[in-house]
């Protein structure tokens, strides 16, 4: 009680003396004043606090949802909240009226890689080996051999890959993922990240687009979102 009583007329005497309020805090006025300078976001005590509420939320699987006027740094929050819990760099994906799953989920584009043509070319053998096997069972090795002649004859031109999304590049390196502004995305688009964002790590997302396969969430991976609420 007495640790208490002290304490709080300590806090009485520094408000009531500003010269006094300087000299306490000197330490933490330049340590602001660096991260002013820098053109960060100043980490005055409520700050730390949100930040450590937010990593609370993030460690029990909770989406995290940051609302608030624009300039007020939601994102840099977001930012230092995610790194916090992840230990690695976050990913960052900015909202908009018209926005397409494509740049949250990943989508299919034409390449010349060798190494996109390589791995599409290994599957594409595999496969037809297999539908010439199950047609065919008594099929000779030459015939398999002419097989695969014939599809390494065309292969050197351009194939597809898939180039992932934001969302399931955080689940599948344990990261998280910053969704910024996400009241201007469509109510639909973010409805197909409803399943997503109940996974835990070791759990599997089963992707529905072609050339991914399934993800199994790493542990790191969260979802953040910021925004503005009339």
Do not use: C, W
């Not at 996974?199 to 503005?228: A, S």
């Amino acid at each position: 009680e007495k640790l208490k009583e002290a304490e709080g007329n300590y806090n009485k005497a520094l408000q009531s003396s500003p010269e006094g309020f300087l000299a306490a805090h000197v330490a933490d006025l330049r340590a602001y004043r660096r991260q002013y300078d820098r053109g960060r976001i100043i980490k005055t005590p409520f700050v730390k606090e949100k930040i450590g509420q937010i990593t609370d939320e993030l460690s029990k699987g909770h989406v995290v949802f940051i609302s608030g006027e624009t300039g007020i740094g939601k994102t840099e929050v977001a930012r230092i909240a995610a790194k916090s819990f992840s230990k690695a760099k976050p990913l960052l994906v900015r909202g908009y009226a018209g926005m397409s799953s494509e740049e949250l989920f990943g989508h299919t584009v034409l390449t010349d890689r060798p190494e996109a043509r390589t791995l599409n070319l290994s599957k594409e053998i595999d496969q037809a080996l297999g539908v010439l096997e199950a047609k065919f069972p008594d099929s000779s090795e030459q015939d398999k051999a002419d097989l695969v002649k014939g599809i390494l004859t065309k292969s050197n031109v351009t194939t597809s890959e898939y180039l992932i999304g934001a969302v399931y590049q955080a689940a599948k390196e344990g990261r998280v993922v910053i969704i910024d502004e996400a009241n201007y995305i469509p109510p639909e688009l973010l409805a197909k990240l409803n399943d997503i964002m109940t996974k835990r790590p070791g759990e599997t997302i089963y992707v529905q687009e072609d050339g991914i396969g399934d993800i199994t969430v790493r542990k790191g991976f969260g979802i953040i979102f910021t925004g503005n609420i009339n």
